[in-house]
């Protein structure tokens, strides 16, 4: 069974602003980890922020939030620099929320004064009954008077984000927010938390190198390479559509075959697929491990399990085919009475097949 969540209290709502970033450039003091990053969150967006390790992804933040200070380029908030220059903005003044990957609590603070910590310019009565509310809309309202080390993990990052959002801030900017959570509470509070950025309607980056999690959270995901953005859109189109095979790997696990394109055709062992865009020259096609359905030996493709794992809701199959010096990976549903050894045929579903040109990265 999965955890459970307290009721908690609903979220009073944020102005949410627009965040934008115009060809910002940063580095400190060797290669660039940003390198012209021109990016638009509208209000109220959730904006996935993910690539490999090193990419930028975290840097892009600080840059937001005012905790470093780009080389060139601008930040904007609703149209008005808070870093460029011509103008930097102390974060205090930002109106953005931050929450950090290790949920920066103090183990010397009760709960409450956490989230209270944040809540300046406001009495302290006001302040803390703040705080309390903010509590008691991550579900932790009876436990303020506690002190971090007392709680879970998942629960430390709820009190994490009581307090980025008790300010009710117009920018919510989370740093892997989930890492340090197993993957069943991970999911558990995961969704407990876009359900409390929805219901602030503050506009908010989330940064992740997990796929799943970005295409998860996300309205639009922003995919980061080498200190640039080198994908923006929604989750299905960048899943589907992907314009470069960086961005294809980055999203699924591929089987991936070199062939030669000709008149807008690409044949190879796995079958002849349309080339795309690419009518003559070198091409790479890649078959996601989806894309394969089983059938009986004689029928379509000849195949013969060499692997078989069960995973749960799938089978992970190494098939080895004609024409290919490595197995195929497939995953298949009701692959049960599958053994190791097996010749089957394999039909290959083409919507579950991309090209690139063998040039592209």
Not at 21 to 45: A, I, K, N
Not at 130 to 153: C, F, I, K, T
Not at 272 to 301: N, S
Not at 303 to 326: N, Q, S
Request: net charge negative; charged share 25%; glycine share 10%.
């Amino acid at each position: 069974m999965a955890p459970r969540i307290a009721p908690r209290a609903p979220t009073p709502v944020s102005i949410a602003a627009h965040l934008a970033f115009d060809d910002v450039h940063h580095s400190y003091g060797g290669p660039e980890s940003v390198r012209g990053v021109t990016l638009s969150v509208d209000p109220g967006e959730v904006v996935s922020l993910v690539g490999p390790s090193g990419c930028g992804k975290t840097t892009l933040l600080r840059l937001a939030a005012g905790l470093e200070r780009p080389a060139s380029g601008r930040v904007l908030l609703d149209g008005l620099e808070i870093a460029g220059p011509s103008n930097f903005v102390p974060p205090e003044r930002r109106g953005i929320g931050l929450m950090f990957q290790d949920h920066a609590l103090f183990p010397h603070m009760t709960n409450l004064e956490n989230v209270r910590f944040g809540l300046r310019g406001f009495s302290r009565v006001e302040a803390e009954r703040q705080a309390a509310q903010a509590l008691d809309r991550v579900g932790l309202g009876n436990r303020g008077a506690e002190y971090p080390h007392m709680l879970s993990g998942g629960e430390q990052q709820r009190v994490a984000l009581a307090r980025a959002i008790a300010p009710r801030p117009a920018v919510i900017l989370m740093d892997e927010p989930f890492s340090g959570l197993d993957s069943r509470l991970r999911d558990v509070v995961r969704a407990e938390t876009l359900s409390i950025l929805r219901e602030a309607r503050a506009t908010c980056v989330v940064v992740t190198h997990d796929a799943e999690e970005a295409m998860r959270m996300g309205d639009r995901i922003a995919l980061m390479n080498q200190g640039r953005v080198v994908e923006f859109g929604d989750p299905q189109m960048i899943y589907r559509r992907p314009q470069s095979l960086f961005a294809a790997r980055f999203f699924c696990e591929m089987n991936e075959l070199t062939g030669w394109a000709h008149r807008g055709q690409i044949d190879t062992p796995l079958g002849t697929f349309p080339a795309g865009e690419i009518a003559e020259g070198e091409a790479v096609v890649c078959v996601r491990p989806q894309a394969f359905d089983l059938q009986a030996a004689g029928t379509g493709l000849p195949g013969r399990i060499v692997a078989h794992r069960f995973v749960g809701e799938v089978d992970l199959l190494e098939i080895a085919m004609p024409g290919l010096d490595e197995p195929v990976l497939a995953r298949v549903r009701d692959a049960v009475n599958r053994k190791e050894g097996e010749d089957v045929g394999v039909e290959i579903d083409p919507a579950e097949v991309l090209v690139f040109a063998a040039s592209r990265p």
